[in-house]
């Protein structure tokens, strides 16, 4: 392998290896033989045929900036990470046909600035945009902050290139509309975490440039008031409104705490945050300032909202999002928390969120739930703090065998899914297995052995097979 990818692609000292072990969260720590860094899909090519040969287990990671530990490797030792971070390149940008084919390394946020010079963009942002790879959101079917208009990754991949477990190259970057040549490969490796395969490039879907957008931050009084507004605001601004999104007082608190330069959007703190955006991508759509203002003061005379504040310059906007995008950030330095990716019914949203924390509160005391997320697609973000004084690692591992089963049950019952957009990775893994149908779990497990069946690819992770042992 060390021959394949040059002194450059090498990496196997305890201190080059250190920072790829952990994943983001700090929850998991693995071990590895090595660090391996290729260059281009013929060297991934080669790599994995000589994994193969020799049942070498391979984790493929790009920024490390996951929630589940999906791209880190177990504690055994004996596989080796497949670092796409050098695979950085953009192969060709099309804005006539709304299109860029990229390399499975490329940042998302180098995307964003290399589109928008192309009058195009990437309808997909998210906190980590500055670590996140291509690669690494295919992968996971990521989601963000602007499903609600444009869908998550499975909507935004029009093709795919990748390298399966025996190392043959499936190349399926050409776009088309019409393609009826059976089961459609590249969907199940859109969120199958490196555990079918690994994605070396991958054909976007892009937008136009914005031309302008309006972001407004509204109180509320409760998640349900949130839920009118949401219904309000679509059935009035359903094409041109691209994030909604609920954040409770305590999450704003504890960012205005931790985060430097940041500070409260309305004057008196409200039960329940709205955060709006409303965009204009082509000169004859109205103008969103317009719009915004307009909607709101509707809003307010028919008692939808308490207060709210309109951005007035590009730098708000962005500082009202970064109230958002600093949930995380500040949660972590706030104490010890256990976070859930959950999605429900997006007509459910608001009842689950009041229902489903009064009840983990009463069986935990002590504890505090935060829930927050994308109310227009339905996905919560649903945090359960630790009482206070509590040991970070003891409690989250203590935790994660309690409360975890029952936030679970309670998405179940309600219709929903445990994992909205981060994906299950090592975290979710024996949940998956424990509440999902015998159907599911045998579709899942048939794929995984068919294409996989020396279970080389990103072993542990994401299907739960009778034996999760590594290759060796």
Not at 354 to 380: C, I, L, S, W, Y
Request: glycine fraction near 10%.
């Amino acid at each position: 392998m060390a021959a394949i990818v040059g002194p450059k692609g090498l990496a196997r000292s305890p201190e080059e290896l250190a920072p790829w072990l952990t994943d983001w969260r700090g929850r998991y720590t693995g071990a590895a033989i090595a660090m391996i860094s290729p260059a281009s899909t013929d060297e991934v090519s080669a790599l994995v045929k000589i994994a193969a040969s020799h049942r070498v287990a391979f984790v493929p990671q790009g920024g490390n900036s996951g929630m589940v530990g999906g791209a880190t490797p177990d504690k055994h030792g004996q596989s080796v990470i497949l670092s796409l971070r050098r695979m950085n390149q953009i192969r060709g940008i099309s804005a006539e046909d709304q299109l860029v084919v990229c390399d499975a390394g490329l940042i998302l946020q180098n995307l964003h600035e290399a589109l928008d010079e192309h009058g195009q963009r990437f309808p997909l942002t998210l906190g980590g945009k500055g670590s996140a790879t291509i690669g690494g959101l295919v992968s996971t079917n990521a989601g963000g902050t602007q499903v609600l208009r444009h869908g998550a990754m499975r909507s935004l991949v029009a093709g795919i290139e990748a390298v399966l477990p025996d190392g043959s190259i499936f190349s399926d970057l050409t776009p088309l509309k019409k393609d009826n040549r059976g089961y459609d490969i590249k969907q199940l490796l859109i969120g199958g975490e490196g555990t079918l395969g690994i994605v070396t490039a991958a054909t976007l879907k892009t937008v136009p440039a914005l031309l302008d957008r309006c972001v407004a931050w509204a109180g509320v009084s409760s998640p349900q008031a949130a839920h009118q507004l949401f219904q309000y605001l679509n059935a009035h601004e359903n094409q041109y409104m691209e994030g909604y999104e609920i954040v409770p007082d305590s999450c704003i608190s504890a960012v205005l705490q931790h985060i430097p330069d940041t500070r409260a959007p309305l004057e008196k703190a409200t039960p329940w945050n709205v955060l709006i955006e409303i965009i204009r991508d082509q000169p004859s759509s109205p103008d969103p300032r317009d719009r915004m203002e307009q909607l709101l003061s509707d809003a307010i005379d028919q008692q939808l909202i308490l207060d709210a504040a309109v951005a007035t310059s590009e730098a708000q906007a962005e500082a009202f999002w970064k109230l958002r995008d600093s949930i995380a950030e500040a949660e972590r330095a706030h104490g010890p928390a256990l976070q859930h990716d959950i999605s429900v019914p997006v007509s459910a949203m608001a009842d689950f969120i009041v229902e489903a924390a009064g009840q983990v509160e009463r069986k935990f005391p002590g504890t505090e739930v935060a829930a927050f997320g994308h109310m227009g697609d339905g996905n919560v973000h649903f945090h359960v703090k630790a009482p206070e004084g509590s040991s970070a690692r003891s409690w989250t591992e203590d935790a994660a065998r309690t409360i975890t089963p029952v936030v679970h049950d309670l998405v179940i019952a309600a219709g929903g899914s445990i994992s909205a957009e981060h994906g299950i990775g090592q975290t979710k893994i024996d949940e998956l297995a424990r509440l999902s149908g015998a159907a599911r779990l045998g579709s899942l497990r048939a794929i995984k052995t068919a294409l996989d069946p020396q279970l080389i690819m990103n072993p542990g992770k994401l299907v739960p097979l009778a034996s999760r042992e590594p290759a060796s």
